[in-house]
Nanobody, 122 residues
């Protein structure tokens, strides 16, 4: 019954911005970490960001450009993506995660939505 629905992707030029939204159902976001992952063509799925309790995580490749936020009342997790680069092109998914001090992002990828396509190209 757990479900994630991603939206907000699109086609932008390098340097542009997009705001992704992940709507979770089947549970509330309280005390439950949700993160963003992405998979580029021919590449492995990688963790981008996670917000869990009072902790956040960002992959080095997006640090300083992406910002994750949450609205527990609406069960929504957003990913604001600025200064987008061609290498950010991928399908973006959200899933459960935990941020562990000294370790980083721990994914729990039992449930995935259909994802939202982000294409950064001139």
């Amino acid at each position: 019954q757990v479900q994630f629905v991603e939206s907000g992707g699109g086609v932008v030029q390098p340097g542009g911005s997009l705001r992704l939204a992940c709507v979770a159902s089947g549970f509330t976001l309280d005390h439950h970490g949700i993160g963003w992952f992405r998979q580029a063509p021919g590449k492995e799925r990688e963790g981008v960001s996670c917000i869990s309790d009072g902790r956040t995580y960002y992959a080095d490749s997006v640090k300083g450009r992406f910002t994750i936020s949450r609205d527990n009342a609406k069960n929504v997790v957003n990913l604001q993506m600025n200064s987008l680069k061609p290498e950010d092109t991928a399908v973006y998914y959200c899933a459960s995660c935990t941020v562990v001090a000294g370790t980083g992002l721990i994914p729990y990828p039992d449930y995935w939505g259909q994802g939202t396509q982000v294409t950064v190209s001139s």
